[in-house]
């Protein structure tokens, strides 16, 4: 019930491409559903969050689709450019609860 | 400049060594975490704390220690009885928010 899958593990994409990435949960009282981009050898960055209140929310280039009665979330990159090349993570967690559950990650390469 | 930062960045640790790895943050935080990291995968919690002087295990702290004596510092100790400790460590804090704020990590060796 704590687990959060994520798919794909890989992607790529050309140039001005939108690679979308998926993540699931299990448990019904996650409230808060956060994504960070890594780049390598450094720590993650928070790239947007989502409260299940909402279905849609976008932060310039990216957008983050919330299906709550089908306990799925996706994140959307728009017009992808090759400096997005990254790993993303999906997490989630209860309010007030502060452990966060992070999904397996999702390397994403954008060829120019 | 407001952040958490790690040290080192590079780490070697010999068989049957202990070593201590540093995080610290200024950004007035309540919660500090502890995360492994091993390639391929995603971020594990070893230990975390919400408060000074408290601190509670995570998925994976066998072989790991902690300590919270300062509302700014929450080093890690990585023990000998860590079997595999060859890992990128990364520690984050919270505040009032549910937003997790993470240092720039430390790459730990074992020779």
């Known amino acids: 019930q704590q687990q959060v899958k994520q798919s794909p593990q890989s992607l790529i994409v050309q140039k001005g491409g939108i690679p979308i990435i998926n993540c699931a949960y299990e448990?019904?009282?996650?409230?808060?559903f956060p994504w960070y981009q890594q780049f390598p050898g450094k720590g993650p960055a928070l790239l947007i969050a989502?409260?299940?209140?909402?279905s849609e929310k976008k932060e310039g280039r990216f957008t983050i689709s919330f299906n709550k009665s089908a306990k799925q979330f996706s994140l959307h990159i728009m017009d992808s450019q090759p400096g997005d090349s990254a790993t993303y993570f999906c997490?989630?967690?209860?309010?007030?609860?502060?452990?966060?559950?992070f999904g397996a990650g999702t390397r994403l390469a954008v060829h120019p | 400049d407001g952040g958490i930062t790690q040290s080192p960045k590079y780490l070697f640790r010999k068989e049957g060594q202990n070593v201590t790895l540093s995080c610290e943050q200024n950004?007035?935080?309540?919660?500090m975490y502890w995360y492994r990291q091993d390639p391929g995968q995603g971020l594990r919690l070893i230990y975390y704390s919400q408060i000074v002087n408290d601190f509670q295990k995570g998925d994976i702290a066998e072989g790991y220690s902690v300590s919270r004596e300062k509302k700014e510092s929450f080093p890690l100790t990585v023990t000998s009885a860590q079997k595999n400790p060859t890992a990128f460590y990364l520690c984050?804090?919270?505040?009032?928010?549910?937003?997790?704020?993470f240092g720039p990590g430390t790459r730990l060796t074992v020779l």
């Open positions: 997490a989630a967690s209860k309010y007030g609860y502060n452990k966060l559950i």
């Open positions: 984050a804090s919270s505040g009032e928010s549910d937003t997790q704020y």
């Open positions: 950004l007035n935080h309540d919660a």
């Open positions: 989502i409260r299940p209140d909402v």
């Open positions: 448990n019904t009282a996650f409230d808060y």
